[in-house]
């Protein structure tokens, strides 16, 4: 298994520009989520998903917009990038109800000048 | 999700053990204490997780105080590998996320 996929993993974006951060997992997990790091900050739930089809917002959503089409794929996309949201993304999926670890993907670092 | 309080850095040597501290002090009776650690530019790492008693696995121990309102993560014996931010949270029986405070950096001296 690759486990949690993301592309890409650097990206610059001028300011007002628009992206999606893809995110990929191949171990059918239902729970799926984004977060955001800061320089020197722990991380902050954006959006958060618990199966094909829904989603739901986390503790810092403004700016952003998600999809869940499919059990695997999970992205996260940016319409009108600003430099507050320069940070590293990270995503993660986790298992059934009952099992409580997150895998965390490698991360995509967001620059936005 | 209930705040934890964690120390911003910690050292130790290698081969030795090392204790991080964790306290949170308005945990409600159904939060679970979690750990994850996070390597260098690397996401994080699930270390472990309890409710009520203390709990070993093959990374490390995790003892929580009887009154739950303190725990306490242990790394048996400190590789430079384990150079990292340890995270404690806690999470609710029914909450879907994960709340990161700021963590404790732990650096290991050869």
């Known amino acids: 298994n690759a486990g949690v996929t993301q592309t890409p993993k650097f990206r610059i974006l001028k300011i007002g520009q628009s992206m999606t951060l893809q995110c990929t997992q191949d171990?059918?997990?239902?729970?799926m989520y984004w977060y955001r790091q800061d320089p020197g900050m722990g991380l902050k739930l954006i959006y958060y998903?618990?199966?094909?089809?829904?989603?739901d917002k986390g503790e810092v959503p403004n700016g952003y917009n998600v999809s869940r089409s499919t059990t695997e794929d999970f992205p996260l996309r940016l319409e009108l990038a600003a430099p507050s949201q320069t940070s590293v993304y990270f995503c993660?999926?986790?298992?059934?109800?009952?099992?409580?670890?997150?895998?965390f993907g490698p991360g995509t670092r967001l620059t936005v000048t | 999700d209930a705040k934890t309080t964690q120390p911003n850095s910690m050292e130790s040597n290698e081969e030795e053990p090392v204790h991080l501290p964790c306290n949170h002090s308005?945990?409600?009776?159904?939060?679970?204490i979690h750990w994850y650690r996070q390597l260098p530019s690397q996401g994080p790492e699930y270390v472990i997780h309890g409710l009520t008693s203390n709990v070993n696995n093959r990374m490390a121990s995790l003892a929580i105080a009887e009154d739950r309102k303190s725990s306490t993560l242990i790394l048996h014996r400190a590789t430079l590998r384990d150079a990292a931010v340890y995270y404690c949270i806690l999470r609710g029986n029914a909450g879907n996320m994960l709340t990161f405070g700021g963590g404790t950096r732990l650096m290991v001296k050869p």
């Open positions: 993660a999926s986790r298992g059934q109800l009952n099992t409580y670890e997150q895998y």
């Open positions: 171990m059918n997990h239902n729970y």
């Open positions: 308005t945990i409600s009776g159904t939060d679970y």
């Open positions: 998903s618990v199966g094909a089809g829904i989603t």
